[in-house]
């Protein structure tokens, strides 16, 4: 049961909407079902009674404490909502509802003859409202401090009690959900998504990365968004609104939105809090193994960000597993940005599902556990790495390189909703599952045509190279969980994948211990695919290219037979991803 509380000032216009038809006439029957005394007049099924009424006798205790006294916004409302998966609740249960949550909210306490007037209505089978005025019998306000997170507890006990759909319990981090009326002006625009959440969208992209706080509004202004700051008399900015440009009010103002109505961590001094982290300075050669070949111009730029990327993410899950709670939160929240950086340079294919990934990992990077503040972020700079890089492309590179990040963000974000639930953070731990799913998804996606060819290369292996591979996978992982990933399917790619680096001089059983001891592979969907990832960019491996030959059968003893000329299954068939001949 879902409780949304508003505030106004004008109880006759709350009344007008809920005994009203709906925006699109939604509002079947409406009906009072409970009031505070019983006896309010009900507009809807009784003839003699009309909302005029009802607002007097609601607003009563309010024309009483008188103009000097009064209240900006003395409107109360509250609307519960059931799970689409609940069974229907009966009036009566509905009405005992209410009653519970206005009490527990403060707007009526159990045995208080003080309390403050309201009434509860009904339009529709899956929900009631609330209308309230919040000054009491004895004129003073109502103690409505903390009345959502009030509300919420008890909508929890009565889930409960009434073997309705148990939800997740806030801890006040959530961000503040578009209203119903955004809502409707999005469907008549033709719009899928809100003004509220395409700028949180622009202000987390235009975050992700950045170095200081000009950077930040550079980036807001070039991706088309209405950015105004609030200066003080000194001239210091000491915050910002954001609006989408060509949007405005009846007055013709721009809509705009300040940075706490779109989240709680992007407010300014938040914002300033993150800015004030100076990002990795490392760069993109040191993170690389020693001793490879780094032909320029082997990987594009966006290939080149996310195979680093891919480092600081399997580096940064470590963290999450140690007992440095606000390193790991710190890790949490800086995961975000390199996910809102992937959706806005993804391929269209993806950026789907990794901008859902974004929104849906955007509750979990906030809790009350405050992120530590390291004298470097790697993880931040990656952010940056692949917002420099630009957009990536359907060409083999850049498809290995994808599926490379992807295949360690998941990890990561799966560490991340296990780093939760043991904290006891409900919500962010079902927001990360909830990104995994989308993860996943992108994943199979950028994956499928890399994976596919490498599968095709391990199984064309002769035959004394394959088994050198399944003896060294043996001997990093012994008994039966060797066996396990000797018979996924993957390993055929991480065969070829041993294969070549031995080829290039590397030793495959290293390879695999190093790649091993990054943890979380008990998380991932298939060990091997993890693997096969890991130990290509440990060995710095060139993509497969239509030219490129399997390896042949070393001589005993040697580990870097010459290959000879042979045909791979290309990983991309389209004209513009033709490999070049090396």
């Given at each position: 049961m879902v409780p949304n509380i508003t505030r106004g000032s004008r109880t006759y216009g709350l009344l007008a909407y809920l005994y009203g038809p709906g925006r699109r006439d939604e509002h079947v029957d409406p009906h009072l079902i409970a009031s505070w005394d019983g006896y309010a007049p009900d507009p809807g099924r009784d003839p003699a009674a009309s909302l005029k009424q009802l607002q007097t006798v609601l607003d009563m205790r309010v024309d009483q404490r008188g103009k000097r006294r009064a209240l900006k916004k003395h409107v109360w409302h509250c609307s519960l909502r059931t799970d689409p998966g609940d069974r229907p609740l009966s009036t009566e249960e509905w009405a005992e509802a209410a009653r519970r949550v206005v009490a527990a909210a403060g707007i009526a306490p159990d045995g208080d003859p003080d309390?403050?007037?309201?009434?509860?209505?009904?339009?529709?089978?899956?929900?009631?409202?609330?209308?309230?005025?919040?000054?009491?019998?004895?004129?003073?306000?109502?103690?409505?401090?903390?009345?959502?997170?009030?509300?919420?507890?008890?909508?929890?006990k009565i889930e409960k009690e009434w073997g309705l759909r148990r939800l997740n319990p806030g801890d006040g981090t959530a961000a503040k959900e578009p209203t119903n009326r955004e809502k409707?002006?999005?469907?008549?625009?033709?719009?899928?998504?809100?003004?509220?959440?395409?700028?949180?969208?622009?202000?987390?992209?235009?975050?992700?990365?950045?170095?200081?706080?000009?950077?930040?509004?550079?980036?807001?202004?070039?991706?088309?968004?209405?950015?105004?700051?609030?200066?003080?008399?000194?001239?210091?900015v000491l915050g910002y609104s954001v609006a989408v440009v060509g949007e405005h009010d009846s007055d013709g103002k721009p809509v705009l939105f300040g940075g706490y109505k779109l989240a709680p961590d992007l407010t300014l001094p938040r914002i300033r809090q993150r800015l004030a982290v100076p990002l990795e300075e490392r760069a993109d050669e040191e993170r690389q193994p020693q001793g490879v070949d780094r032909t320029p111009g082997r990987r594009s730029a966006p290939a080149r960000a996310r195979f680093a990327a891919s480092n600081a993410v399997d580096e940064a899950i470590d963290v999450l597993d140690g007992e440095d709670d606000a390193a790991a939160a710190g890790i949490i929240t800086d995961t975000g940005e390199v996910l809102d950086a992937l959706a806005g340079t993804a391929l269209p294919a993806q950026k789907a599902q990794l901008l859902a990934a974004a929104r849906a990992y955007e509750r979990a990077s906030r809790s009350h556990i405050r992120a530590a503040s390291a004298e470097t972020r790697s993880v931040r700079s990656a952010a940056r790495q692949i917002l420099a890089g630009g957009y990536t492309t359907n060409k083999a590179p850049d498809a290995t390189a994808a599926a490379t990040l992807l295949a360690a963000l998941l990890l990561l974000v799966i560490a991340s909703s296990r780093w939760h639930a043991e904290r006891g953070h409900r919500q962010q731990a079902a927001a990360a599952r909830a990104t995994a799913e989308h993860l996943r998804a992108a994943y199979r996606q950028a994956a499928t045509r890399p994976m596919a060819a490498l599968r095709q290369r391990g199984r064309q292996l002769p035959r004394p190279v394959r088994e050198r591979q399944e003896q060294a996978l043996r001997r990093v992982v012994p008994g039966e969980a060797g066996r396990r990933l000797l018979a996924e399917p993957e390993f055929d790619a991480l065969a070829a994948v041993l294969a070549e680096a031995e080829a290039a001089g590397h030793d495959p059983q290293a390879l695999l211990e190093r790649a091993r001891s990054w943890r979380e592979l008990g998380s991932a969907d298939s060990v091997s695919a993890v693997l096969t990832w890991r130990v290509r960019r440990l060995a710095d491996l060139p993509v497969p290219t239509r030219t490129q030959p399997p390896v042949r059968a070393a001589a005993p003893g040697r580990a870097d037979a010459t290959p000879p000329p042979a045909t791979a299954a290309p990983i991309s068939t389209t004209a513009s991803d033709a490999p070049r001949r090396r």
């Open positions: 309390g403050c007037r309201w009434v509860a209505v009904r339009h529709a089978e899956d929900h009631v409202h609330i209308a309230a005025t919040i000054v009491r019998g004895d004129l003073l306000k109502a103690d409505i401090e903390h009345d959502f997170r009030r509300a919420q507890a008890e909508c929890r409707h002006k999005a469907t008549r625009l033709g719009r899928e998504d809100t003004s509220r959440q395409l700028l949180r969208d622009a202000v987390r992209q235009a975050l992700a990365g950045a170095t200081d706080e000009e950077e930040f509004f550079a980036r807001l202004e070039t991706a088309g968004v209405l950015v105004q700051r609030k200066a003080g008399p000194s001239g210091d």
